[in-house]
């Protein structure tokens, strides 16, 4: 059986073809409102197979959020299911937004979901949330390397609670010290690795300060926050510098605002793709 190809490499022959964006397939309730969808399993996977029929070409990467499709049960899990499987129809990757992170077999247990294979949920790469420390994320790192898929763990987040644990210990801070394995597991890459980081649009120069390298991680950069949080691409390359290249810039509800029009959704996706682009 021929090896698989890298998720690295996979993802940056995306970026190139289609752009550094992420669209982040969100549907919150009062987004399925706002396009004359009900607020059930149905309609979640209406609104998601109208985002994967949009983005084709647009996006490199979509990220649907797990637990918009999980509050509705088997009924939302079968929608996820086809979600991602009409975006891998579509030529779209899949980034899998669940923060999975555990121990042991448990762990074990998630990465088969979200990385193997034979899994019906298995997406292009899952966000894992490193917090039990990073060695006990293992299991998903592994067997992302074995099937050819990423993952992205938490680094620097923008949420206000973030710093209270990540920026603890200052130059020797938790963040860095996550950072720094990461940059470990990416070393043979030639380019980007397989192990990617969520780091937050509007972090601003908190790399710096806590002596951060991103770019030496040669992590793919899922940056949360472009749009309606704020943050622009011009933003995003003044904050990430010499990491830009790494960065995929990663909005959801700008331009899911713009649906149910499949002709809208996509307009606004190449739009915010282009600012990206053109902020290099």
Partial sequence: MPKPIPFGERLRSAMQASGPLCVGIDPHPALLEAWGLEDTAEGVRSFSLTVVEAMAGAAAILKPQVALYERFGSKGFAALEETLSAAKSAGLLTLADAKRGDIGSTMAAYATAWLDDASPLAADAVTLSPYLGYES????????????????????????????????????????????????????????????????????????????????????LLTPGLGAQGATAADIAKSFASSYGQVLGTSSRDILKEGPSTAALREKALRVRDELLAAR
């Avoid at 990540?166 to 860095?176: E, L, R």
């Fill in 137 to 220: 994320l293992r299991p998903a790192l592994d067997l992302a390397a074995q099937t050819g898929r990423g993952v992205f763990v938490l680094g620097l987040t923008s949420n206000p609670e973030g710093p209270s644990v990540q920026h603890v210990g200052g130059g020797n801070s938790v963040a860095k010290s996550i950072i720094d394995q990461v940059t470990a597991d990416n070393a043979a890459a030639e380019d980007l690795g397989h192990v990617g980081l969520v780091v937050g649009a509007t972090i601003g120069d908190a790399p710096a300060k806590l002596g951060i390298d991103l770019a030496a991680s040669k992590a793919p």
